[in-house]
């Protein structure tokens, strides 16, 4: 089946223009992540989505930062006023089965985002 | 707090020698404990994942860990490398309170004819 997809695999902007970065889930899976990735740095954490429930919010770097999941499908990332600190490869995932549970996360393969 | 130490951004192996990448953790509870891989341009894909039982854990491509709770290490390796498994390695940790992975910043693994 496929797997989890996101678009656009690449984008450029400018500084303090604001981007909207989409994951597409694997369907049923009603978990769904979003992580960071920046040069030689690990993945960091940004939001989490289960079901209907109330977002993890915690990782969010700034209120310039937002998601929304609508129809406990579809997901977007929202970065205002970029900065170029900003830059990052921005990966979503998706589970079935929470964490605690022993599940297992399916990556996308990320969106990567260039701030000039 | 949990944390996620890989020792040796960089390793270098020649094909079919010994695979061997390390990953320390801190945790005041028990821990999930994962190993992904990253291809260029591609997202992450689980290795192998220790949650409880057997403390050898057994993965895809050959690749093994053993969850050592002494030592608080979970190294992942593999007994002769290929061409293919050139890629990044993340070492990552799961200790509950919120569901999400604390990573490693990745090894990056080279191998050499």
């Known amino acids: 089946g496929a797997g989890v997809s996101q678009s656009p695999s690449n984008k450029v902007t400018e500084k303090g223009k604001d981007v909207e970065l989409r994951c597409d889930p694997i369907?049923?899976?009603?978990?769904l992540y979003w992580y960071r990735q920046s040069l030689g740095q690990g993945l960091e954490f940004l939001i989490y989505?289960?079901?209907?429930?109330?977002?993890?919010k915690s990782g969010l770097p700034s209120d310039r930062f937002s998601a929304e999941r609508t129809g406990g499908s579809v997901s977007t990332l929202t970065i205002q006023r970029t900065q170029q600190e900003d830059s990052a490869v921005y990966l979503c995932?998706?589970?079935?089965?929470?964490?605690?549970?022993?599940?297992?996360?399916?990556f996308g393969p990320g969106t990567r985002l260039t701030v000039t | 707090a949990q944390s996620v130490t890989q020792l040796g951004s960089h390793v270098s192996v020649s094909e079919g020698a010994l695979v061997l990448l390390r990953c320390n953790y801190s945790?005041?509870?028990?821990?999930?404990l994962f190993w992904y891989v990253q291809y260029p341009n591609q997202g992450l894909q689980l290795l192998l994942k220790?949650?409880?039982?057997?403390?050898l854990v057994k993965g895809i491509n050959g690749f093994e860990a053993e969850f050592k709770k002494s030592e608080t290490s979970f190294h992942l390796t593999k007994p002769s490398a290929h061409m293919s498994d050139a890629a990044e390695y993340f070492c990552?940790?799961?200790?509950?309170?919120?569901?999400?992975?604390?990573f490693g910043t990745g090894t990056q693994l080279k191998v050499e004819l």
């Open positions: 995932a998706s589970s079935l089965v929470s964490i605690a549970g022993g599940g297992e996360q399916y």
């Open positions: 369907s049923g899976h009603t978990a």
């Open positions: 989505f289960q079901g209907n429930s109330a977002p993890d």
């Open positions: 945790s005041s509870v028990p821990p999930y």
């Open positions: 220790y949650t409880t039982g057997a403390t």
């Open positions: 990552a940790v799961y200790t509950g309170g919120g569901n999400k992975l604390t």
